[in-house]
């Protein structure tokens, strides 16, 4: 374990070792053992240098990684891994939460990534059986849905699948205790192959996702974002928490879901919504108002469904839904507010329908790029 421990010091760890850490964590002792060995190291590296550790923190946060800047590259390497070592210990690690997502697959096509680090590039089109590197088979696919076989040779073993859908594609997935996921475009799913933890079933989200959660009292599903957390025993919602976007949100269809920040723990004080009330997170804190649901959830179905929302805001969802860069840098266009619902539309479908509220031009270049730009 002190090599692992060396590596988590270095950011050298990998997912297989960092899982093994946190069970090694789970012990009152270990915690103490680990605590120490941060102390001296923490020591070690800034005996000789005065860092503001707010700054530090907030810009690891923001993810920025700008190779000009000396200063942030350098506490990058040496405060990242302490500034998230608290949070470790309540098992909501920011700090796992980036290296989970830190994968980056360049590809037009949904992608799943094993636990044994096979990457398989998926065909929506079809209907086969997918196999690990010994080819023993895990999942049966239907086109754009996953179903898990399941199996009892990985007790007690926690083996992570990453699914990957990238803009333009939409996916689901039945997880192994039968959970259904329903994975938007642009969207990164990490969760385990088999639930063996007996007290919590966790998976780790980066985008948009419906969950419909199987009931199980005795074991809480706990979805982890950037921002904030949410904790159900068997209930549907709709989780959105993509990095461009100005808000992160829980929407709940049925049943009632604990909601916290995703540097805290689960408590009395964390905020419990029900049935069409939306939880948003901004600087502020966690939020909660009514709201439409069909709004939040008509993307499953292929419908873009807007409700007095920002043009700037819109034009995100678009295209993410299309698979297309739209650029308009006007503000007064991208305040504007639209409602509408389209289903089976194309892009330029979409615009002409606004431009008839709004007068604005737009020039496609190519298939994967529009800019949008005031009539004059």
């Known amino acids: 374990m002190k090599t692992i421990i060396i590596k988590y010091l270095n950011n050298a760890i990998s997912e297989a070792e960092l899982i093994l850490l946190q069970d090694w964590l789970k012990d009152a002792d270990n915690q103490e053992i680990f ?13 000789y240098q005065k860092i503001d550790t707010d700054f530090a923190y907030q810009k690891i946060l923001e993810g920025s990684t700008s190779k000009s800047n000396s200063k942030l590259r350098k506490l990058y390497h040496t405060f ?13 690690s920011i700090s796992v939460y980036y290296l989970i997502f830190r994968e980056n697959v360049s590809t037009n096509q949904v992608t799943l990534i ?21 080819g023993q088979a895990i999942i049966n696919q239907k086109q754009n849905r996953f179903q898990y076989i399941k199996t009892d040779s990985l007790r007690g073993k926690l083996h992570f699948n990453q699914l990957i859908v990238p803009y333009g594609k939409q996916f689901s997935v039945e997880l192994s205790d039968g959970t259904l996921v329903f994975l938007n475009a642009g969207t990164k799913l990490r969760y385990p ?4 933890d007996v007290n919590l ?40 928490s993509y990095k461009n976007d100005y808000e992160r949100s829980v929407v709940l269809k049925e049943g009632s879901v604990g909601v916290y920040k995703s540097r805290e723990a689960f ?18 804190g966690i939020k909660v108002r009514e709201t439409n ?9 292929g419908v873009l469904h807007f409700s007095s929302d920002r043009f700037d805001e819109i034009i995100k969802k678009l295209e993410r839904h299309y698979n297309i860069n ?28 606004f431009q008839k509220i709004t007068r604005f031009k737009y020039q496609k270049y190519g298939k994967n790029k529009i800019i949008i730009s005031p009539f004059k």
């Open 35 to 47: 605590k120490k060995m941060l102390g001296i190291n923490h020591k070690l590296d800034f005996t």
């Open 80 to 92: 990242f891994k302490y500034a998230a070592i608290s949070i470790l210990f309540l098992g909501l």
């Open 114 to 134: 094993l636990g044994d680090g096979t990457k398989k590039v998926i065909n929506d089109e079809r209907s086969t059986v997918i196999t690990d590197k010994k």
């Open 193 to 196: 192959r088999t639930f063996t």
């Open 201 to 240: 079933r966790e998976v780790y989200l980066e985008g948009e996702a419906l969950f419909n959660v199987k009931q199980n009292k005795e074991r809480p599903f706990i979805v982890h974002t950037d921002k904030m957390n949410i904790r159900v025993l068997g209930t549907e919602f709709n989780v959105s």
């Open 267 to 284: 408590n009395k004080n964390s905020i419990i919504i029900k049935p069409n009330q939306e939880a948003i997170i901004d600087k502020q």
């Open 293 to 301: 649901i069909e709004k939040h959830i008509a993307w499953v179905n």
């Open 326 to 353: 739209i650029e308009s840098n006007d503000e007064a266009i991208n305040s504007i507010i639209y409602t509408g619902i389209f289903e089976e539309k194309t892009i330029e479908d979409i615009l002409n329908t």
